[in-house]
């Protein structure tokens, strides 16, 4: 016991003397003299130099006390440690928060030590620490080691260790990076055992040896919900020692790993292709021109991802994925064929303003035509018949069969299987054709898709006969399990699984055996306790009325539940996954907060499952009992009404042939403040005021009932909007909230446009952090925003402010990822960057501009900006600062940059500064936020789509 109290003290000093470390890094001013920030430096170094050797001497007494107990000589350092020895000792929990603590210590100052580098200015540390630091290899060692440790500590019985697995990746690219610029010579001179130059780095990389001494003491299932960033780092340096736990964890859960190694092959085949395209094109324009060095690399790392995937790939056929292959294709047949011809439209677009005729003419010998013609051709008499208990009948064609056979023979005519036709026409003559096909075509898939009931066998036979085929196949059937996100809202069913497994003889953990019945199967079979399986799928689907065409499923499962699910087609829904994952974390932090806790605040973020199952089709779990609000104040509000509004508000917009980004622009320049409020205020006057509340209260049979609803509307959209704000989340309209009628609770969805993108990108800007309109705020009457959302935002804020960290390493790990949205950006931020002036509060987008990789720039710009957010930074400058470098070089930019500073106006905006963190912390962002977002000037300027007079 006295051991144990020693401890404490050292871990609450080594606590102090990091915070206060940390305060005195951020609050030195950046003007300092010399000698003044000399002195500051030292001491900030030797607050951390305590800190180090604190934690150090507290895990060396932990060690030795669960070396002491009876029938243990386990060692908490010792790297081959499995998870069940580190519970054998009391010892071993405050073992694990140890070791949390000083890894997200020495993650820290990697950063920190990384960023000195650049600025060559190494820090000399005090012999003690020093001589800790060289013992582990280093800082980025130091956090992987410990962090993992923590992870094995505390088990798979808490979300708190899965939590720090992006921070580890996150560290362990930074430091194979840095191990390689340093070391460039050596790995030149050096080759892997897969052929390329990365294995010299991965060599000298002493946080890649660290993670693979000591991942196989973490339970497998803390992995699981990164499956896919550890996919995405596959031919990166860190890559070689990653292949293993994905081994392990296509053994241990194939079905659950399945879809995303399925999305990343088809990304690296995709970029090795257009590589192997590019360096061809190159080699026969300029034969005697040597490449840059970027591009091979980035076919390389294609390469290599599909090199190391071998044994990930052989893990996941057959047996272990079940119905999973077939079921993919089935969901993807409900993509009605006009939605797969937008798709690939956009796709094609950019390849033909490109005059990319090469690139076209691969993508439609390898994706399109296949897409839309190809997998849906019928195979001649025999394939009009199938049987059903034992009885022949006459089948049916699909939806998607039926236009094939419609427009197939025209599509091949028009542009060949291989695309023959495209290669002999030129780029212009191609866009004519493809113009004419799509709008001769698409009226002939839309009358049955008009319907909102279709059955799902008109759409794919494979739903007719699951139900069937899984009773024929009796005992010897793997269950299909029911989707699941891979996040830690799912972490339970996760655990449950990875227990079934190792109590059903699968015994890989490692990744060296093969499958063996690994996703429980005799217990979903017998109990229904356990992870659900899929029995049965419902007779309809139900389309909604959006553009993508969305059909409502549902899935009868084996606890004798129904699951209603979305399968949206056409789009990429990773992006969307993204966002609710972090929506997961966020909740995680609010619900370890008093202030959040006490307002329930860690319950009011809805959150739901999102599938992704291709590049553009994903499966979104259903929230029941849920309207749009647009859909909730129509029924108070007659068209009529809704119209008049519609049309005032455009008054200030007159229509033009330049098109709508220049009416707006125009408005923006030429309009004053006082035209544009009062035509705001007129719009909304055609309205009723109370038109949403209304609908809300018709739902409560009691005023007590009505205190309630409203009071979880409150929590629910003060935590959409803090969180919305944190991820940069945009196109906010009215169709994109969805309401839970009985409760009142509010609900984000389509989440495409996150990270700043609508600020940064979009033609007409979305400059509202979120979206609290008239009809929004009169909910909370008698009271205002300042009454009730400002204090609910405040503890959210501070919540994720407090675990700013973490979430910076989970933000960056997502962010690295080659997702379908951030390839559309790229180009479009490319041009951005021309028009940016350097100034402060645009260093960062000024050093991406600079970067060759334009991936890497799109990470670098929407990193900065997020780092920005979750640091606790001025709204306004980060704002301004995205607003900028799309609209600082247009005449619509000095009204905009006073409309986002308050120019003119008492408010905070003005009496603030607009860069840096915000003076008064959480509550004075929660203020400025909620300026923001009500404030007319902006309002009354923004797209016409998205109602801002609603």
Known sequence: MQQLLGVSALVTEAAGASTVARLAAEQRPAAAEASIAGTAVAKGLQQYATAIQDYSIALGMLELQTAAAPGDTTSVSNSSVSSSNYASSSSISIAGNVMLEFGLLCSHLHQKQLEQQQQSAAAVWPADAAAVIAASGGFAALAVKHLLGAMAAQGGSSNKACLHVPSVLAVMSTDNNASAAAGDAISTASSSSDGSKQGAADANSTASRAFAAVWQAVPLHVFLPWVSQLLARLGDLEGKVLVAPLEALAAKFPQRVYLPYCLSRQHWQRHQRQQQRKQIAKATTRPTTATSSQKPAAADKASIALSRAGQLEALLQGLAVGDLPDFVPALDAMTFPAQRLGAWAQEITPLVQAGDKVGLVRLWADEIYHDIIGQFKTQGPAATARSIGGRKLLKQLTINEEFATTVGKQMQADFGPKGEGIAAMTLADFRQKWIAFTAAATPKSSEEESRRRLTLGRMSAWFERFAEQQANKGASRVPLLLPKMLSMSNAATFAAEYSLSNNTGNTSSSGSSSYSGGTGATHLLSDAQGPVAIYDFGRYAATFSSKQKPKRITIHGSDFREHPFVVKGGEDVRLDERIEQLFVVMSGFAGQHSGCASRSLHTALVTYDV????????????????????????????????????????????????????????????????????????????????????????????????????????????????????????????????????????????????????????????????????????????????????????????????????????????????????????????????????????????????????????????????????????????????????????????????????HGQQCLRQQLPQQGPVPGGPGNVARLLLELATDERILGRCWEGWRPFV
């Open 611 to 902: 599938v992704p199952a291709s590049p553009r089709l994903g499966l979104l779990g259903f929230v029941e009992g849920t309207s749009p609000m647009q859909a909730l104040i129509d029924k108070v509000v007659d068209d009529e009404a809704m119209q008049r509004a519609a049309q005032q508000y455009v008054r200030l917009f007159p229509r033009s042939t330049t098109g709508p980004a220049a009416v707006y622009a125009k408005a923006w320049a030429q309009k004053s403040d006082t035209e544009v409020v009062e035509n705001l205020r007129k719009a909304e006057r055609e309205l009723p005021w109370d038109a949403l509340r209304t609908a809300l209260r018709k739902r409560a049979s009691h005023p007590e009932v009505w205190l309630a609803v409203r009071s979880r509307y409150t929590a629910s959209l003060a935590a959409a909007s803090a969180c919305g704000y944190l991820v940069g989340l945009g196109d906010r309209h009215l169709a994109n909230l969805l309401v839970v009628e009985s409760t009142g609770a509010v609900v984000s969805i389509d989440l495409g446009y996150a990270f700043g993108t609508a600020v940064l990108l979009l033609a007409i800007a979305e400059l509202p952090p979120f979206r609290l309109t008239r009809q929004l705020l009169n909910v909370l009457q008698p009271h205002d925003a300042q009454g009730l959302l400002q204090p609910a935002m405040t503890a959210i804020l501070e919540a994720t402010f407090e675990g700013q960290q973490v979430l910076s390493s989970i933000m960056q790990v997502f962010l690295a990822e080659h997702l379908g949205e951030w390839q559309w950006e790229t180009g479009v931020l490319a041009e951005m960057v021309k028009a940016a002036t350097t100034a402060p509060d645009e260093e960062a987008i000024s050093q991406a501009a600079a970067k060759p990789d334009d991936h890497t720039r799109v990470v670098d710009v929407k990193v900065n900006q997020v780092k920005l957010r979750i640091a606790g930074h001025n709204p306004v400058g980060i704002v301004l600062t995205e607003a900028k470098a799309k609209h600082g070089s247009t005449p619509a930019w000095p009204a905009m940059e006073k409309a986002l500073t308050g």
